[in-house]
Protein backbone atom coordinates (compact mmCIF):
# COMPACT_ATOMS: atom_id res chain seq x y z
CA UNK A 1 0.00 0.00 0.00
CA UNK A 2 2.58 2.55 -0.82
CA UNK A 3 -0.36 4.99 -1.99
CA UNK A 4 -0.90 5.04 2.04
CA UNK A 5 2.81 6.35 2.43
CA UNK A 6 2.88 9.12 0.37
CA UNK A 7 -0.49 10.69 0.42
CA UNK A 8 -0.79 14.50 0.49
CA UNK A 9 2.27 14.67 -1.95
CA UNK A 10 1.98 17.08 -4.92
CA UNK A 11 4.07 17.58 -7.78
CA UNK A 12 4.32 20.76 -9.94
CA UNK A 13 6.53 21.95 -12.46
CA UNK A 14 9.16 24.73 -11.36
CA UNK A 15 7.52 27.21 -13.65
CA UNK A 16 4.21 27.04 -11.95
CA UNK A 17 5.39 29.48 -9.72
CA UNK A 18 7.54 32.32 -9.67
CA UNK A 19 10.71 31.14 -7.47
CA UNK A 20 13.13 32.77 -5.27
CA UNK A 21 15.82 32.11 -7.69
CA UNK A 22 14.83 35.02 -10.12
CA UNK A 23 13.72 37.45 -6.98
CA UNK A 24 15.59 39.75 -6.28
CA UNK A 25 16.10 40.37 -2.53
CA UNK A 26 13.90 43.08 -0.78
CA UNK A 27 13.82 44.31 3.00
CA UNK A 28 10.10 44.36 4.77
CA UNK A 29 9.37 47.80 4.07
CA UNK A 30 10.12 47.18 -0.01
CA UNK A 31 7.55 44.15 0.16
CA UNK A 32 4.95 46.09 1.86
CA UNK A 33 5.24 48.57 -0.50
CA UNK A 34 5.09 45.78 -3.30
CA UNK A 35 1.91 44.91 -2.03
CA UNK A 36 0.09 47.99 -1.84
CA UNK A 37 1.30 48.52 -5.55
CA UNK A 38 0.14 45.69 -5.99
CA UNK A 39 -3.42 45.80 -4.82
CA UNK A 40 -3.61 49.16 -7.20
CA UNK A 41 -2.46 47.81 -10.12
CA UNK A 42 -4.11 44.62 -9.70
CA UNK A 43 -7.22 47.13 -10.15
CA UNK A 44 -6.04 48.78 -12.82
CA UNK A 45 -4.80 45.54 -15.23
CA UNK A 46 -8.02 43.90 -14.34
CA UNK A 47 -10.39 47.42 -15.58
CA UNK A 48 -7.53 47.62 -18.40
CA UNK A 49 -8.29 43.53 -19.70
CA UNK A 50 -11.74 43.73 -18.56
CA UNK A 51 -11.03 39.94 -16.95
CA UNK A 52 -11.69 40.05 -13.32
CA UNK A 53 -10.13 36.68 -12.66
CA UNK A 54 -6.71 37.44 -13.41
CA UNK A 55 -4.36 37.46 -10.25
CA UNK A 56 -1.95 40.28 -10.73
CA UNK A 57 1.42 40.05 -8.84
CA UNK A 58 3.64 42.52 -8.18
CA UNK A 59 7.67 41.12 -7.51
CA UNK A 60 10.88 42.30 -7.69
CA UNK A 61 12.88 40.11 -10.49
CA UNK A 62 16.60 39.90 -10.73
CA UNK A 63 16.68 40.09 -14.41
CA UNK A 64 15.61 43.88 -14.72
CA UNK A 65 14.81 43.68 -18.46
CA UNK A 66 11.86 41.22 -17.78
CA UNK A 67 8.74 43.70 -17.44
CA UNK A 68 6.01 40.86 -17.26
CA UNK A 69 5.11 37.48 -17.24
CA UNK A 70 2.74 35.06 -16.93
CA UNK A 71 2.53 31.83 -14.38
CA UNK A 72 0.16 29.22 -14.80
CA UNK A 73 -1.68 27.10 -11.81
CA UNK A 74 -0.65 23.08 -12.39
CA UNK A 75 -4.46 22.65 -13.53
CA UNK A 76 -4.35 25.06 -15.91
CA UNK A 77 -1.03 23.76 -17.67
CA UNK A 78 -2.15 20.40 -17.66
CA UNK A 79 -5.50 21.14 -19.01
CA UNK A 80 -3.44 22.92 -21.85
CA UNK A 81 -1.09 20.16 -22.31
CA UNK A 82 -4.35 17.70 -22.92
CA UNK A 83 -5.83 19.59 -25.26
CA UNK A 84 -2.79 19.99 -27.17
CA UNK A 85 -1.97 16.47 -26.60
CA UNK A 86 -5.65 15.30 -27.65
CA UNK A 87 -5.21 18.16 -31.05
CA UNK A 88 -7.80 21.00 -29.75
CA UNK A 89 -5.38 23.61 -31.11
CA UNK A 90 -8.78 25.83 -32.31
CA UNK A 91 -9.86 26.11 -28.59
CA UNK A 92 -8.86 28.97 -26.59
CA UNK A 93 -8.02 28.69 -22.87
CA UNK A 94 -9.39 31.85 -22.46
CA UNK A 95 -12.41 29.87 -22.59
CA UNK A 96 -11.52 28.87 -19.22
CA UNK A 97 -11.97 32.59 -17.99
CA UNK A 98 -8.26 32.62 -17.32
CA UNK A 99 -8.61 31.33 -14.26
CA UNK A 100 -5.20 29.97 -12.66
CA UNK A 101 -3.33 32.31 -14.54
CA UNK A 102 -1.28 35.10 -12.50
CA UNK A 103 0.17 37.84 -13.90
CA UNK A 104 3.81 39.03 -12.57
CA UNK A 105 4.50 42.35 -12.99
CA UNK A 106 9.03 43.32 -12.06
CA UNK A 107 8.75 46.45 -9.91
CA UNK A 108 12.02 46.98 -11.07
CA UNK A 109 10.95 47.60 -14.99
CA UNK A 110 10.65 51.50 -15.76
CA UNK A 111 7.04 50.07 -17.53
CA UNK A 112 5.64 48.84 -14.08
CA UNK A 113 7.14 51.67 -12.18
CA UNK A 114 5.52 54.18 -14.62
CA UNK A 115 2.26 52.78 -14.24
CA UNK A 116 2.58 52.95 -10.78
CA UNK A 117 3.23 56.39 -10.88
CA UNK A 118 0.64 57.29 -13.58
CA UNK A 119 -2.40 55.16 -13.21
CA UNK A 120 -4.73 57.95 -14.40
CA UNK A 121 -2.51 58.56 -17.33
CA UNK A 122 -3.76 58.96 -20.70
CA UNK A 123 -1.42 55.67 -21.92
CA UNK A 124 -1.98 53.65 -18.52
CA UNK A 125 -4.67 51.18 -19.98
CA UNK A 126 -2.87 50.25 -23.33
CA UNK A 127 0.65 50.00 -21.64
CA UNK A 128 -0.95 47.28 -19.14
CA UNK A 129 -2.76 45.41 -22.35
CA UNK A 130 0.73 45.16 -24.14
CA UNK A 131 2.32 43.89 -20.84
CA UNK A 132 -0.24 41.50 -20.71
CA UNK A 133 0.04 40.31 -24.50
CA UNK A 134 3.61 40.28 -24.33
CA UNK A 135 3.95 37.74 -21.26
CA UNK A 136 0.98 36.14 -22.87
CA UNK A 137 3.17 35.25 -26.34
CA UNK A 138 6.05 33.87 -23.98
CA UNK A 139 3.64 31.25 -23.54
CA UNK A 140 1.50 30.59 -26.89
CA UNK A 141 0.44 32.60 -30.04
CA UNK A 142 -2.30 35.15 -29.05
CA UNK A 143 -5.65 34.04 -30.78
CA UNK A 144 -6.64 35.92 -34.04
CA UNK A 145 -8.59 38.87 -32.50
CA UNK A 146 -5.92 39.10 -29.77
CA UNK A 147 -2.88 39.66 -32.46
CA UNK A 148 -4.75 41.97 -34.14
CA UNK A 149 -5.24 44.00 -31.43
CA UNK A 150 -1.83 43.43 -30.37
CA UNK A 151 -0.24 44.79 -33.76
CA UNK A 152 -2.60 47.72 -33.94
CA UNK A 153 -1.90 48.93 -30.50
CA UNK A 154 2.05 48.43 -31.20
CA UNK A 155 1.65 50.50 -33.90
CA UNK A 156 0.20 53.14 -31.79
CA UNK A 157 2.57 52.72 -29.78
CA UNK A 158 5.52 53.60 -32.51
CA UNK A 159 3.39 56.06 -33.25
CA UNK A 160 3.43 58.04 -29.84
CA UNK A 161 7.25 57.56 -30.14
CA UNK A 162 7.45 59.47 -33.65
CA UNK A 163 5.70 62.72 -31.86
Known sequence: M????????????????????????????AE??????????????KKALKNDKITVKVEKLKNKKISSMITLSEESRRMQDMMKMYS?????????GGEGETL???????L??????HQDGENAEMICEQLYDLAKLQHAPLSADAMTKFVARSNDIMMLLTK
Request: hydrophobic share 35%; charged share 35%.
Open 2 to 29: RKKKNEGIKFQRIDADVTDALKSKTSKK
Open 32 to 45: KEMEEQAESISKLM
Open 88 to 96: MPGMDMSAF
Open 104 to 110: ILNASHP
Open 112 to 117: VQYITE
